[in-house]
């Protein structure tokens, strides 16, 4: 019988080199929502101002269909690609958006935005290859790039050019390892909206270099006033290397329903197919259901929804702009305004944590979105009319008195 071995000779677990990579990408980044949410259980008056959750619940007549698919017995397995009346619903929403024919070969359903992302980096990044990115950037998209194999390669995004991403800036970066170009319009966190032109420059500059174009483009629904949405997939000289992500989680209110999908090349969903079998091997078919019922038609909740969020960062304009040397932009689409807090001096967590610890308002710290947004902070704009009110005369006291 062998001897058993000493505890100095047991040799050490070991760990994927991914959760090395990812080391500092995940919770980390949301500390603030996480210390809100510990002042709001212990029964502290917290303005909640940190994630983008939408500001309705999700639509009656959305529960009714997956409650009423539920009872029909829609509860089985489902398949790598997605439900058919899913797929058919994708394939006239997407047919309508370009304006030519989008079949349903063109799509991969999955569960939400962040996993048909991940699913999409995966497909086309090998190891060590470089993803070009807009700084500011959503929080979770390093943490996809580096889990897929990848290096982001941020592009600061100048708030002088309201944070539309410039050719130009990305042309300079671009080196024999770049794979990838990932945009994100409308853009979180920024509420900036490419255009036709900027679109048109970006994907053109992809072709040229031979990479592949992944655009989030989940707050389509959500512009405000004047500004109009332009997919990614619009011109069909490009529609071979774009891979656009959506999902209802925004449009509809849906958040944790979890139904999101990918609209690309018949080809890129033929190879990516069994990456997402291998993911998930299908998902809920009554939430597929519950899906399909929601894109048959215009969001009604998501025009509402952005009347709202523009009504809100005009408010928050006017309570803080020029308050103590602060600043807002305001935004184009999307659920947030950005506050120049530099001029208060320090780094935008720190400025947040004594935000919290002052006036029980929570804001998410710019370097949460990319060191180019480092003393700017994001303001949701999913707390009621007069809760914003309140939330920003806090902030304009707390600005006001600040001796950091």
């Known amino acids: 019988m062998a001897e058993p071995l000493r505890r100095s000779e047991v040799p050490p677990m070991r760990y994927a080199e991914v959760t090395d990579r990812l080391a500092g990408l995940g919770s980390e980044k949301w500390v603030l929502y996480t210390a809100a949410a510990a002042r709001r259980r212990a029964g502290r008056p917290v303005i909640d101002l940190t994630i983008g959750e939408p500001d309705v619940p999700t639509p009656a007549p959305l529960i009714a269909s997956a409650t009423r698919a539920m009872a029909s017995g829609r509860t089985g397995y489902s398949n790598g690609r997605g439900e058919p009346a899913l797929l058919e619903a994708l394939s006239r929403r997407y047919t309508a958006l370009a304006g030519r024919h989008i079949g349903t070969d063109r799509f991969l359903c999955l569960p939400g ?18 993803v070009i990115l807009g700084d500011p950037m959503y929080a979770t998209y390093e943490g996809l790039i580096r889990a897929a194999g990848g290096v ?16 130009g800036d990305v042309a300079a970066r671009i080196t024999p390892a770049a794979r990838a170009l990932l945009l994100n319009t409308p853009h979180n ?41 332009t997919s990614a997939l619009a011109d069909p000289a490009h529609e071979a290397r774009v891979i656009v992500a959506a999902s209802i989680s925004k449009s509809h209110a849906a958040p944790g329903f979890r139904a999101g999908w990918l609209c690309a090349s018949a080809e890129f969903c033929r190879r990516a197919l069994p990456l997402c079998e291998t993911m998930l ?37 006017a309570a803080l702009d020029g308050v103590a040397g602060l600043a807002v932009h305001r935004p184009e689409a999307g659920m947030f305004a950005l506050v120049d807090v530099r001029a208060l001096g320090g780094d935008s967590q720190a400025l947040a944590l004594a935000l919290l610890e002052a006036e029980e308002v929570a804001v998410m710290p710019g370097a949460s979105f990319g060191a180019s947004l480092e003393g ?15 939330a920003s005369a806090r902030i304009a006291r707390f600005a006001r008195g600040w001796r950091g």
């Open 113 to 130: 935005t962040q996993t048909a992302l991940y699913a999409a980096l995966r497909a086309v990044c090998d190891p060590g290859c470089e």
């Open 152 to 167: 982001p390669v941020p592009v600061p995004l100048d708030p002088a050019r309201g944070f539309r991403m410039q050719a």
């Open 189 to 229: 966190p920024t509420g900036a909206v490419l255009g036709p032109g900027d679109l048109a420059a970006l994907c053109g500059l992809a072709a040229e270099r031979g990479l592949w174009v992944i655009s989030d483009e989940v707050y389509g629904d959500l512009t405000h006033g004047g500004a109009v949405f």
């Open 281 to 317: 091997f299908g998902s809920q078919p009554f939430i597929a259901d519950m899906a399909a019922e929601a894109l048959s038609g215009p969001s009604d909740t998501a025009r509402a929804m952005a009347g709202r969020m523009a009504r809100r960062a005009a408010r928050v304009h």
């Open 376 to 390: 700017w902070w994001r303001l949701a704009l999913t707390a009621g009319d007069a809760e914003t009110d309140e």
